[in-house]
């Protein structure tokens, strides 16, 4: 039982290039996220997704975009990505809307 | 007004002290909360769920919330070098939207002194 997986672990982008944070989970849950954590900035939601088929904005969804495969994977894209962009990028997943598990994390620089 | 407040810290204690962190917050709708643990270069893991007022233990781990004050803490007996962890609040109300959705302290970084 892995919990939630996420790829790639690392990632360096230059301005512009495009990429997609993969997020897998193998609890079952009904419901995925997508964070950012910034210095000084905890935790904010992307995206997320309260089941398969739905997908909704969080508090900063601006340059992202997000898609959920099937009930066990749901994937992050930048499309150009920018230099603000530069985060830690953590995907969860939950039963409800309550209690998440989180993934290991993506550390992502753009240059 | 934020709608969580978490001090920051960083907070340093010596091995084998009583550690208190605390948040408040503003959302008199919110009724399930969680303390999460954070380990350098990794994912936030649940320490500590409770839903509405009271207290909860768990080993050298207490959580207590007091919906009235709308303050929650965490408390952490004998404490040792592997506490040393950022520690994030977390909590939701759930009525059926985005609302449900989990809102985090920013956390407090811990480090025990051995």
């Known amino acids: 039982n892995a919990g939630v997986t996420q790829t790639p672990k690392f990632q360096v982008l230059k301005t512009g290039q495009s990429m997609t944070l993969q997020c897998a989970q193998d609890?079952?849950?009904?419901?995925m996220y997508w964070y950012r954590q910034d210095p000084g900035m905890g935790l904010r939601l992307i995206y997320y997704?309260?089941?398969?088929?739905?997908?909704d904005k969080g508090e900063v969804p601006n340059g992202y975009n997000v898609s959920r495969l099937n009930k066990r994977e749901f994937s992050l894209r930048l499309e150009s990505a920018a230099p603000s962009q530069t985060s830690v990028y953590f995907c969860?997943?939950?039963?409800?809307?309550?209690?998440?598990?989180f993934g290991p994390g993506t550390r992502l620089t753009v240059l | 007004q934020k709608e969580v407040e978490q001090d920051p810290g960083p907070l340093s204690v010596p091995e084998g002290a009583i550690v208190s962190l605390n948040c408040t917050y503003s959302?008199?709708?919110?009724?399930?909360f969680m303390w999460y643990r954070q380990y350098s270069r990794k994912g936030p893991e649940l320490l500590m769920y409770?839903?509405?007022?009271g207290n909860k233990e768990d080993g050298r781990f207490t959580a207590q919330v007091d919906k009235s004050s709308k303050y929650i803490s965490l408390f952490i007996r004998d404490s040792q070098p592997s506490d040393s962890a950022t520690y994030l609040c977390?909590?939701?109300?759930?009525?059926?939207?985005?609302?449900?959705?989990?809102?985090f302290g920013k956390g407090t970084k811990l480090s025990v002194k051995p």
């Open positions: 997704s309260a089941s398969e088929g739905t997908t």
């Open positions: 959302n008199s709708a919110f009724q399930y």
């Open positions: 409770t839903y509405s007022s």
């Open positions: 609890m079952n849950h009904n419901s």
């Open positions: 969860a997943s939950s039963t409800s809307t309550d209690t998440q598990y």
């Open positions: 977390a909590m939701t109300g759930w009525d059926g939207g985005s609302q449900g959705n989990l809102i």
